[in-house]
C-alpha cells in the first residue's frame, strides 16, 4: 500500500462502494482539510469492514480513525474533541465495531445480488 508521506496529512480508506460509508465520506469530504480519501472497495478485506486512517506512518482504526477526521472537518471538530479520550474510543469501538460487522454484511449480499 502507498502511504503517504507527507506531515499533517490524512489519508482515509473507505468503502466506497457501500452507499452508506460513501454518503457519510462525501460529507467529510465538502468541509475537511489536508485529508485525502481513497477507495478501499478493491483493497484487502480489512480495510472495506472498517475505516482506516494513516498520519505520519501511524495506523488509526474504527473510532480513532473517526476523530482523526472529525479534528479536520469543519462542524465536526467538537465530537473530536469530546470523544479523543481512551473511555470514550472504548465505548465508540464497543458500538462501531458489531455495527460495522452488519453493515459490511449487508453490503456483501447487496453486491451478490
Known amino acids: 500500500m502507498n502511504i503517504i508521506k507527507e506531515k499533517n496529512k490524512l489519508e482515509v480508506f473507505y468503502n466506497a462502494s457501500c452507499p ?3 454518503r457519510e465520506i462525501d460529507t467529510y469530504k ?11 472497495s478493491l483493497m484487502d ?10 498520519e505520519n506512518g ?3 482504526i474504527g473510532a ?4 482523526k477526521v472529525w479534528s479536520r472537518t469543519d462542524g ?7 470523544f479523543n479520550n481512551k473511555f470514550s474510543i472504548f465505548i465508540m469501538n464497543l458500538i462501531y465495531n ?3 460487522y ?3 454484511k449487508m453490503h456483501l449480499r447487496r453486491i451478490k445480488k
Do not use: G, Q, T, W
Open 45 to 54: 478485506e480489512k480495510y472495506n469492514r472498517r475505516m482506516h486512517a494513516f
Open 98 to 100: 458489531p455495527l460495522a
Open 76 to 82: 465536526f471538530k467538537f465530537l473530536s474533541r469530546l
Open 102 to 104: 452488519i453493515l459490511y
Open 64 to 67: 480513532e480513525a473517526f476523530i
Open 30 to 40: 465538502s468541509r475537511s482539510k489536508n485529508v485525502i480519501y481513497k477507495d478501499s
Open 58 to 60: 501511524n495506523e488509526f
Open 20 to 22: 452508506i460509508c460513501k
